[in-house]
T-cell receptor
């Protein structure tokens, strides 16, 4: 069973609207949590990285939040653009698995005009 | 222009053939990784290398082999022993081994078995 679950699997939003993606994880002990953006047919690109002591991290129109107590993270996209169409992947790293990462399956976002 | 390059972008293999995927980085990173991506699943680690001339099996190493003879190169061979090799393969690197270090990904190679 995947220890990093993302929801929804996919979503369609209108250009200019906001959306929020969810990530729940069960891995423990936890070191840091990252969000990546992956365009179709390309490699993932890092958006944010948060340690367990951080609650929020922003990168332009992308804002990630983390609740280490409930083991939940979210990625909020503000004023979506067509270029935001991509898969967004939540990645968790373990303190006792040095160097190895646990990847979620991703949320596919489609922004329509 | 620094980064990670992978070649070829698309690769077709007949059953029973071995194929080698190239990964090169000019970021001067010590650690390199190979992942496999299948639809609806998270990336899975095939092999990793913490430093030149060293590599370790990941979670799904069966049917794959690697070498790390140069710091900048980490080729992956998909052997005929890999029963379901059709997938998107991603190479990554980080400055050193460790979960606190960001992994930078290449553009990927899509392998299809005919």
């Amino acid at each position: 069973k995947n220890q990093v679950e993302q929801s929804p699997q996919s979503l369609i939003i209108l250009e200019g609207k906001n959306c929020t993606l969810q990530c729940n994880y069960t891995v423990s002990p936890f070191s840091n949590l990252r969000w990546y953006k992956q365009d179709t047919g390309r490699g993932p690109v890092s958006l944010t990285i948060m340690t367990f002591s951080e609650n929020t991290k922003s990168n332009g129109r992308y804002t990630a939040t983390l609740d280490a107590d409930t083991k939940q993270s979210s990625l909020h996209i503000t004023a979506s653009q067509l270029s935001d169409s991509a898969s967004y992947i939540c990645v968790v790293s373990l303190t006792d698995s040095w160097g190895k990462l646990q990847f979620g399956a991703g949320t596919q976002v489609v922004v329509t005009p | 222009d620094g980064g990670i390059t992978q070649s070829p972008k698309y690769l077709f293999r007949k059953e029973g053939q071995n194929v080698t995927l190239s990964c090169e980085q000019n970021l001067n990173h010590d650690a390199m990784y190979w992942y496999r991506q299948d639809p609806g699943q998270g990336l899975r680690l095939i092999y990793y290398s913490q430093i030149v001339n060293d590599f370790q099996k990941g979670d799904i190493a069966e049917g794959y082999s690697v070498s790390r003879e140069k710091k900048e190169s980490f080729p992956l061979t998909v052997t005929s022993a890999q029963k379901n090799p059709t997938a998107f393969y991603l190479c990554a690197s980080s400055i050193v081994w460790g979960t606190g270090n960001e992994q930078f990904f290449g553009p990927g190679t899509r392998l299809t078995v005919l």
